[in-house]
């Protein structure tokens, strides 16, 4: 896996950004949804005219509709796109947030690579390898098993790197921040490992599905539960884009 280019990103963002995934993604949405952008923080990839504003967050906010939202990627060329869970009001008042796990497999310890911590002191940063990726496969599907006792709604997402389990049971939407911290600490108390700060609300920007991981040259991609176990992002063609395709063949 590598990053794109910018090139690379525009021919994505104009030829392959399923509008009507998106669209049906958010079908269960409470108001207006919040998009956001990174253009180059972690790739230094970027066009030039946005260099003082490459390592900011981004906020979308004023778009007409989801073609609207096309042609700010296609201005920004970023390395990677994101919503906000915060659910807002008409008059921008904070009415509940998604829930949602990121399971990543830079934070399982490799029983080559060690840590996360052990691989940032040997200058390999957010490496991982396939044997990371397939123990965040096995965390995603046991940390699944174990809310869908407690949620009838969720979904999973395979996010370029790792995995997303968003929450979509209605009344969840509406927890407080102490009940998603008491149910981070809960299934962290299970021993499932995840970014607990994603979960109780601390970090409100999540990965866009359908939109390029720029960093890896991925697509964001949801998936069924099912199709988990034996899902490799290194073959599967839904998560793999026109441009390295065209590479591979």
């Known amino acids: 896996m590598r990053p794109s280019t910018l090139e690379e990103r525009r021919e994505f963002y104009m030829n392959e950004f399923n ?3 998106v669209y049906d993604w958010f079908r269960y949405w409470r108001g207006k949804v919040v998009f956001a952008v990174i253009i180059g923080r972690h790739t230094g990839i970027y066009p030039p005219e946005y260099e003082e ?9 004023n778009y007409r509709d989801l073609e609207d939202v096309r042609r700010w990627m296609l201005e920004f060329l970023p390395e990677s796109a994101y919503y906000d869970r915060n659910i807002y009001g008409v008059d921008g008042k904070i009415l509940g947030q998604e829930i949602a796990f990121d399971i990543d497999p830079e934070n399982l310890k490799c029983p080559i690579h060690g840590t996360l911590e052990d691989k940032m002191h ?19 599907l046991r940390l699944h098993d174990a809310l869908s006792e407690i949620f009838s ?3 999973v997402v395979y996010s370029g790197r790792g995995f997303h389990i968003h929450v979509l049971d209605e009344d969840a939407f509406r927890w407080s921040y102490d009940e998603r911290k008491k149910l981070a600490g809960e299934m962290r108390g299970k021993g499932f490992i995840f970014d607990e700060w994603v979960t109780t609300g601390g970090v409100r ?3 866009l599905p359908y939109s390029l991981h720029g960093m890896v040259s991925r697509i964001v991609t949801p998936l069924n539960i099912s199709e988990l176990e034996g899902f490799n992002p290194i073959e599967d063609e839904r998560c793999i884009p026109a441009f390295l395709k065209a590479c591979i063949r």
């Open 53 to 61: 504003d490459a390592s900011t967050t981004i906020l979308i906010e």
């Open 205 to 207: 920007l999540i990965r």
């Open 122 to 140: 040997r200058g390999q940063g957010l490496s991982f390898c396939e044997i990371e990726l397939n123990m965040a496969k096995d965390e995603t």
């Open 19 to 21: 509008l009507k995934g």
């Open 153 to 155: 709604s969720l979904r």
